[in-house]
């Protein structure tokens, strides 16, 4: 999907299910090629994480976020600091990015626009659980703009929004994620997390009962 089926799918409503469904298929594909590198990185087999967390049946979720010009920006943020749950996000916007990240305490603004038609891959929970601290969650945040010039104009001269489609992929609900085995050991990197179903975790993440990894 391209920045201008982004925008597409902003302004057209019956345009919507079709790329929605195109898109979703596509980027699947991407992140299981994403996850057969990262378990290669980590010294597992190349299906490992597939494996492990019964990807076939795992949960995807597409998620469409529009930020309008804000009149006080400062008083306001388009989504709070937050890491996301599952294993990989993929995320792409219209070329309108608010994203920063959290790196070593500071935020960090994130620029997609220097590769045109990026996806950003953001690590999630279950990830930093299944690689037993490895790779780590990337706490995040949107801002929101108050200056209509920093918003771009379509072909028809309407003003288009920041817009970020974020994408998350997690187990199968039923899974119980746990560091993999081959990655603990108990006098020097022992389990960082204990574990639990993916399902357990929405729902104590739903109910406000369950800490961030993060603190």
Same mark, same amino acid.
């Given at each position: 999907?391209?920045?201008?089926?982004?925008?597409?799918? /902003?302004?057209?409503?019956?345009?919507?299910?079709?790329?929605? %469904? /195109?898109?979703?298929?596509?980027?699947?594909?991407?992140?299981?090629?994403? %996850?057969?590198?990262?378990?290669?990185?980590?010294?597992?087999?190349?299906?490992?994480?597939?494996?492990?967390?019964?990807?076939?049946?795992?949960?995807?979720?597409?998620?469409?976020?529009?930020?309008?010009?804000?009149?006080?920006?400062?008083?306001?943020?388009?989504?709070?600091?937050?890491?996301?749950?599952?294993?990989?996000?993929?995320?792409?916007?219209?070329?309108?990015?608010?994203?920063?990240?959290?790196?070593?305490?500071?935020?960090?603004?994130?620029?997609?626009?220097?590769?045109?038609?990026?996806?950003?891959?953001?690590?999630?929970?279950?990830?930093?659980?299944?690689?037993?601290?490895?790779?780590?969650?990337?706490?995040?945040?949107? %801002?929101?703009?108050?200056?209509? /010039?920093?918003?771009?104009?379509?072909?028809?001269?309407?003003?288009?929004?920041?817009?970020?489609?974020?994408?998350?992929?997690?187990?199968?609900?039923?899974?119980?994620?746990?560091?993999?085995?081959?990655?603990?050991?108990?006098?020097?990197?022992?389990?960082?997390?204990?574990?639990?179903?993916?399902?357990?975790?929405?729902?104590?993440?739903?109910?406000?009962?369950?800490?961030? %990894?993060?603190?």
């Amino acid at each position: 999907m391209s920045q201008s089926s982004v925008r597409r799918f /902003e302004i057209d409503p019956t345009y919507r299910f079709d790329i929605a %469904l /195109e898109y979703s298929k596509k980027i699947r594909e991407i992140t299981i090629l994403i %996850l057969k590198g990262i378990s290669k990185s980590l010294g597992l087999e190349e299906s490992y994480i597939d494996k492990a967390t019964n990807f076939e049946l795992g949960l995807q979720i597409l998620a469409a976020n529009l930020y309008p010009a804000c009149p006080e920006p400062e008083r306001a943020i388009g989504l709070p600091p937050h890491s996301d749950h599952g294993l990989v996000t993929l995320l792409m916007d219209n070329g309108i990015s608010g994203l920063q990240v959290q790196h070593k305490g500071k935020w960090v603004n994130v620029n997609l626009n220097l590769i045109p038609n990026a996806f950003l891959a953001h690590i999630g929970d279950h990830m930093e659980i299944l690689s037993n601290g490895r790779y780590k969650s990337v706490v995040h945040r949107a %801002l929101v703009t108050d200056n209509v /010039e920093n918003l771009k104009s379509n072909d028809n001269g309407i003003y288009i929004k920041e817009m970020s489609i974020a994408v998350p992929h997690g187990p199968s609900l039923e899974t119980v994620v746990r560091p993999a085995p081959e990655l603990v050991d108990n006098e020097s990197h022992p389990p960082a997390h204990i574990e639990i179903t993916y399902k357990q975790f929405l729902e104590l993440q739903q109910s406000g009962k369950l800490k961030s %990894l993060h603190g």
